[in-house]
């Protein structure tokens, strides 16, 4: 459902391969040879480009906390990439909060342990704590977890969280942050 940009260091654009499944903002991308990006499957721990910045779907956009019968893009059919046929796709660094993540140990006794894709859902999971012991070229860490899963604010005034509303989203209104490593 959701990326919230942080900061970040390189923001591409790439051709979309026509064949995707559904991409939601914050979820992982790879290239398809030459038909474009496409949201990361089995096979693809070692071809990870990057994070989606946009959202290419036929049934609701990705918009931070924006309710579906509220979102934008309805002419496109919530399609982000419609006219440009491209995505935005973040890599070579940055910091980001994120609800598309499996939500497993991404605890704050895990801050600073590496993520990697989850293939079969096309998004980050906890990876384990070394480098060195728990990854291969074939299965690379692309993150770091720097906030553990919980609430995030809106920055709409409200009770929920340090003043603010909390930010809704997938995986039960849950954000994790983490340092782009790839």
Do not use: C
């Amino acid at each position: 459902m959701a990326l919230v940009e942080i900061y970040h260091v390189i923001a591409d654009q790439y051709a979309v391969d026509p064949n995707t499944l559904d991409i939601k903002e914050g979820m992982l991308v790879a290239i398809n040879a030459a038909n474009g990006v496409r949201r990361v499957t089995t096979g693809d721990d070692a071809n990870v480009l990057g994070i989606a910045g946009d959202t290419k779907s036929s049934s609701a956009s990705a918009l931070p906390g924006v309710y579906t019968g509220w979102q934008n893009r309805v002419s496109d059919s919530f399609d982000e990439t419609k006219a440009s046929a491209k995505l935005t796709v973040y890599h070579g660094g940055g910091r980001f909060a994120t609800d598309q993540f499996v939500d497993t140990n991404m605890t704050s006794a895990n801050l600073g342990k590496y993520l990697i894709a989850d293939e079969s859902t096309g998004t980050l999971k906890y990876g384990g704590a070394d480098e060195g012991t728990l990854y291969t070229a074939a299965t690379p860490p692309l993150a770091q977890l720097v906030k553990a899963s919980g609430s995030y604010p809106s920055g709409v005034p409200g009770t929920d969280l340090n003043g603010d509303l909390a930010l809704k989203g997938d995986n039960t209104n849950k954000y994790i942050e983490f340092i782009l490593l790839k």
